[in-house]
Each structure stands twice: as C-alpha cells, then as structure tokens.
C-alpha cells in the first residue's frame, strides 16, 4: 500500500467492456496525479477500477486529493507491466490561494470622510543617493 498527496493534473478516456470470463460489465478509469509540497514533483498514472468506485471518487481535472494506492505487476507473454490501482481517495484543499484575513486587514487603512476601509496609498520613499565610483581615477 502506497499513500500519494497531489494535484490531479490529467483524466484519461474512460474504458469499459464485457468481460470474457464472466460475462460481466466492467469500466476503469486512469488519472495522473502530481505530487505537491516537494522540491522535485512525480506523476504517477493509476486506475480506478469499478463505475461504482469512479462516481464515488468523481475525480476532475485540478482536485488536490490524497489517494491510497495497491501496487502490484503482472506478467503478459514474457514482460512484467506494474499496475497502480486506487482503492480510497480524501479530498484536500481547493487548488485556488484562499485570501488571509490578517493580510487583507494590513493592506487596507480606516479612511471616515470617505465612509470606511479603503485601500493603503503605497508609501514613496527617497531614493538613496547616488554615487558615481567611476568618476575617480585611479593611482595606477
């Protein structure tokens, strides 16, 4: 078991059949995630196997998900092919910054002629003065 915390970053085409050992109808589905808070992101493919499974998720382009993944292989004539499936997916914060309350408050100033909070005039400061290094010559 595996636990993977990113942003989900594709939706692959959903897929669906009749399965030939069964007879029963199937449906998987991939999605790519990139993980987030790390110096160098990963993206991982997995599957999510079960149109049940899939609504429940109902993963969209852009989610910030944690999703608990089973990684296994399997072997088809003579090559391994892993296989990252998905059996539980948490929600986590919107993708959009939410404003800072304290933030917003510091960024504005209380005006009464004008009838409350208005935005903070920038404050122009001097510039230093100015030193030409050049303008001397030098000994040698």
Known sequence: M???KGKVIAV???AS?????TGKEWASQEYVIEENDVRYPQRTCFKVFGSDKI???????GDIVTVKLE??????NG??????????????QTTRPIPQPQRLLQNM???PQQGGYQPAQPVQQPFPPQVDT?????PF
């Open 55 to 61: 609504q429940q998720f109902a993963l969209q382009l």
């Open 2 to 4: 595996a636990e993977l």
């Open 12 to 14: 692959l085409p959903l």
């Open 109 to 111: 100033q209380h005006s």
């Open 17 to 21: 059949g009749i399965s030939n050992r």
């Open 134 to 138: 050049y303008s001397e010559t030098l």
């Open 71 to 76: 990684l296994g292989a399997r072997e088809h």
């Open 79 to 92: 090559k391994w092919y892993n296989e990252i499936n998905c059996w539980s997916v948490e929600r986590g």
